[in-house]
């Protein structure tokens, strides 16, 4: 069973109820991604939970590369069933440190294989990383970057901003 139902509208934002076989996913969908201990004092599953609370549909991946390697299935789910482009991730959410890649990798490659389902994705990497050199990439990248430690206040505004850009 696969079913959409758009519960609300402003501007180009949309918020909806997908249905799938195994449960109903509520959109727009925030996708942390990261390894245990790699958001100092807040595991993924702590994040999730933090976005649930505030009324966000949110998955979490345990690493970059689980992710991508379900992406394709994701994406294949889209064009079978023909569903609305809010069935796919408004706001990624990544560390900058992951095993085998880097956040503001995983965000580039996320960026590109949405943007060829013309579906836009707004990217929020996370980090603590004191070279100069690192943070003025991720800052030259283009996507948003919150310095850690961070309080939840300001992950809640990124977020908030993060998704008006995406409405804009």
Not at 3 to 19: I, S, V
Not at 29 to 45: A, D, N
Not at 75 to 89: D, I, N, Y
């Amino acid at each position: 069973m696969l079913d959409f139902q758009l519960l609300g509208q402003e501007g180009a934002a949309r918020r909806g109820r997908l249905t799938l076989n195994h449960g109903v996913v509520e959109t727009p969908i925030f996708m942390p991604v990261g390894t245990y201990g790699t958001v100092k004092g807040v595991m993924p599953r702590d994040l999730t939970e933090m976005l649930l609370a505030w009324g966000a549909s949110a998955r979490s991946w345990s690493d970059a590369e689980a992710l991508l390697e379900e992406l394709p299935q994701l994406l294949a789910g889209q064009r079978q069933e023909s569903l609305s482009p809010t069935s796919l991730p408004d706001i990624l959410i990544t560390d900058h440190r992951l095993p085998g890649m880097t956040g503001l990798h995983l965000a580039q490659s996320m960026v590109l294989h949405l943007q060829a389902q013309q579906h836009p994705l707004r990217c929020l990497i996370i980090s603590g990383d004191t070279d100069p050199v690192e943070i003025a990439r991720m800052h030259a990248s283009g996507h948003d970057v919150l310095a850690k430690p961070f309080r939840s206040e300001a992950l809640l505004e990124h977020l908030q901003r993060l998704r008006a850009e995406r409405s804009a």
